[in-house]
């Protein structure tokens, strides 16, 4: 039965992390966007868990961090395990996030369940939900030249299968200017795309296991990220909402793969054998669950792929695990799969509003493979820093219990997200950056303490940055502010060409005790809230230095611009004014 034909500007193939990301961010910005998922309902116990601390960054630029925050565990420190001569014994604990520049200096863990759900009741409030269950039966893109670079052509058809239940099944066609396939790992858009995955799987198997601890549990550290080895294998365990807790158990593949497939076997294992296994590691410690409180349970061999493009003629996208699969315990899977979108939604949006070239989503591609393989390449030392047997006494190949604490320690600040750096494009020009030499263009806006020169409030500045699509022009003026002003207020710079694209915001240097800041320029103070201090709070004990923490000088000044994302797009000296103009010509229409 066929319910008939429908256009939209962008169709989202897959609800999970990447998106439902994906989706609120379309819909918050005015986009018509629809999403579609196989499954009857969101996931209710499992999968993935862990956000780092630059993904709750990207939630609270999107005001859905409190939630998060509120409801997950947070892990704070990582305990190490090695084989002693009673067993497994602590050789330390440290800091569970090294970055030395992350805002949150914690991970947070919550299930994926609840994680989308945070993004589907946001995606409500604008009216939008998910079309279960709605599977993709062909899509057909269009080979016109002339079509594919008009972004107000629907170049995609996608037909679609209503499985709602009780009812016969329906299909539709949807004409689509742009499709994002987030269907997993198995994805149905990337097959069809003919795209294939380049990399390997690897000879390392592990269980996973969710588990409320029973009054048995005599093991300190269940509250704690903690790495187990033994020498009966290894171990992880990973602190989870509530009192629960996950537990990575290393397998041998004669345990888990069938002789005669050679693929695994869910029958040959089950949870309670996961445990039998990881009580051996964790001797002279006891782990035991409540009983019936398995919640979550599976076994997997460590896949580590690329896909060779992640685009079809920037008219279709993938997304998440679509396009890159790693090991699960470094906590990157579901931070890459939301990074993803969130790095890919503005762009859409600036291309559907008019704002930008189409040429500006080439930048996707090239911005997410790039970090795609580099994640790869972090997952094969970590992973195999993981699964190997430690060198004990100058025996042995594995690592020592020094060099894989150390390891930890130095892979933090891109297990984190905040090392994450954008090379040179369109949209990230490093020309001028010794202006601003310790806010490196291509990475994340530095989080620093400001005070609003209206009313003394303390806030982030990174809470200026929110992701509501528009460029953030931070203006550090020196003691050029009225020269600054003459220079936004000419009717051939940018600012006027395009203004419902940019957000002004003016960090001055002086004290929030003499500061009058309707003395500023009206051009550099859109809104009282729009003008910052370089000064501490009321207490005297946060913020200041600004000027000295991003490397600009309180003479000269800089221009700092900050993408949608909330990544550096460039800096510029404030006597090159057509430096911006320069740089935002490069992918913006009406210049």
């Given at each position: 039965?066929?319910?008939?034909?429908?256009?939209?500007?962008?169709?989202?193939?897959?609800?999970?992390?990447?998106?439902?990301?994906?989706?609120?961010?379309l819909v918050r910005a005015g986009v018509n966007v629809r999403i579609i998922d196989k499954r009857p309902s969101k996931v209710v116990a499992g999968q993935a868990d862990g956000i780092q601390p630059r993904t709750i960054e990207v939630f609270q630029s999107y005001g859905l961090a409190d939630r998060l925050l509120s409801q997950a565990a947070h892990m704070i420190m990582a305990a190490f395990y090695n084989p002693g001569p009673n067993g497994i014994e602590c050789i330390g604990r440290v800091p569970d996030v090294t970055a030395p520049t992350a805002r949150y200096p914690f991970e947070v863990t919550l299930h994926q369940g609840e994680i989308e759900s945070i993004f589907l009741d946001s995606m409500k409030k604008e009216g939008l939900e998910v079309e279960r269950p709605t599977v993709p039966v062909a899509l057909q893109l269009s080979e016109d030249p002339a079509e594919l670079a008009d972004p107000h052509a629907y170049p995609i058809k996608v037909v679609l299968k209503h499985l709602a239940k009780g009812s016969e099944d329906e299909t539709e066609t949807v004409h689509a200017k742009f499709v994002v396939g987030t269907d997993g790992a198995h994805s149905w858009v990337r097959k069809t795309l003919g795209i294939c995955m380049d990399g390997e799987q690897t000879d390392f198997f592990w269980g996973v296991v969710d588990i409320i601890p029973s009054e048995?549990?005599?093991?300190?550290?269940?509250?704690?990220?903690?790495?187990?080895?033994?020498?009966?294998?290894?171990?992880?365990?990973?602190?989870?909402?509530?009192?629960?807790?996950?537990?990575?158990?290393?397998?041998?593949?004669?345990?888990?793969?069938?002789?005669?497939?050679?693929?695994?076997?869910?029958?040959?294992?089950?949870?309670?054998?996961?445990?039998?296994?990881?009580?051996?590691?964790?001797?002279?410690?006891?782990?035991?669950?409540?009983?019936?409180?398995?919640?979550?349970?599976?076994?997997?061999?460590?896949?580590?792929?690329?896909?060779?493009?992640?685009?079809?003629?920037?008219?279709?996208?993938?997304?998440?695990?679509?396009?890159?699969?790693?090991?699960?315990?470094?906590?990157?899977?579901?931070?890459?799969?939301?990074?993803?979108?969130?790095?890919?939604?503005?762009?859409?949006?600036?291309?559907?509003?008019?704002?930008?070239?189409?040429?500006?989503?080439?930048?996707?591609?090239?911005?997410?493979?790039?970090?795609?393989?580099?994640?790869?390449?972090?997952?094969?030392?970590?992973?195999?820093?993981?699964?190997?047997?430690?060198?004990?006494?100058?025996?042995?190949?594995?690592?020592?219990?020094?060099?894989?604490?150390?390891?930890?320690?130095?892979?933090?600040?891109?297990s984190s997200g905040v090392g994450v750096h954008y090379a040179a494009s369109a949209v990230t020009e490093t020309t001028y950056q010794g202006v601003a030499a310790n806010l490196i263009i291509g990475q994340r806006l530095l989080p620093h303490v400001l005070v609003r020169a209206a009313d003394a409030r303390e806030v982030n500045i990174q809470d200026l940055a929110p992701s509501d699509t528009r460029f953030k022009l931070f203006v550090f003026p020196g003691e050029h502010a009225q020269e600054v002003a003459v220079y936004l207020n000419r009717r051939e710079c940018f600012f006027h060409k395009r203004q419902d694209a940019f957000d002004v915001i003016t960090v001055l240097q002086g004290s929030k005790d003499t500061v009058n800041y309707l003395q500023v320029?009206?051009?550099?103070?859109?809104?009282?809230?729009?003008?910052?201090?370089?000064?501490?709070?009321?207490?005297?004990?946060?913020?200041?230095?600004?000027?000295?923490?991003?490397?600009i000088s309180r003479t000269a000044g800089a221009f700092v611009v900050v993408r949608p994302d909330g990544y550096v797009g460039t800096v510029a000296p404030l006597d090159e004014l057509n430096a911006l103009d320069t740089y935002f010509t490069r992918f913006m229409l009406s210049f």
């Open positions: 039965m066929s319910s008939g034909v429908s256009h939209v500007d962008v169709l989202i193939l897959g609800a999970g992390p990447a998106g439902v990301m994906c989706a609120n961010a048995k549990t005599d093991f300190p550290d269940t509250r704690n990220k903690s790495a187990i080895h033994s020498t009966n294998g290894s171990c992880m365990v990973i602190p989870r909402e509530g009192d629960k807790i996950r537990v990575y158990i290393q397998l041998s593949d004669t345990d888990v793969v069938d002789p005669e497939t050679g693929r695994i076997d869910l029958c040959r294992y089950g949870p309670e054998r996961l445990l039998e296994v990881a009580k051996k590691t964790f001797r002279p410690y006891t782990i035991d669950a409540v009983p019936d409180k398995i919640e979550w349970w599976t076994i997997y061999q460590i896949g580590q792929r690329v896909a060779s493009k992640f685009t079809a003629h920037e008219r279709v996208f993938i997304a998440g695990d679509a396009c890159h699969t790693h090991s699960p315990k470094a906590g990157q899977g579901m931070n890459a799969s939301m990074n993803d979108t969130h790095n890919l939604a503005w762009k859409l949006v600036h291309v559907l509003r008019g704002w930008a070239d189409i040429s500006l989503l080439k930048t996707y591609e090239f911005e997410r493979r790039t970090y795609a393989q580099d994640l790869i390449a972090f997952d094969k030392r970590f992973s195999a820093l993981f699964s190997e047997k430690f060198r004990a006494d100058g025996e042995g190949h594995g690592p020592t219990h020094d060099e894989f604490i150390g390891a930890f320690q130095n892979y933090g600040n891109f320029p009206p051009v550099l103070r859109p809104h009282w809230s729009k003008v910052l201090l370089d000064d501490t709070d009321v207490t005297g004990t946060r913020g200041g230095q600004i000027y000295e923490r991003y490397g």
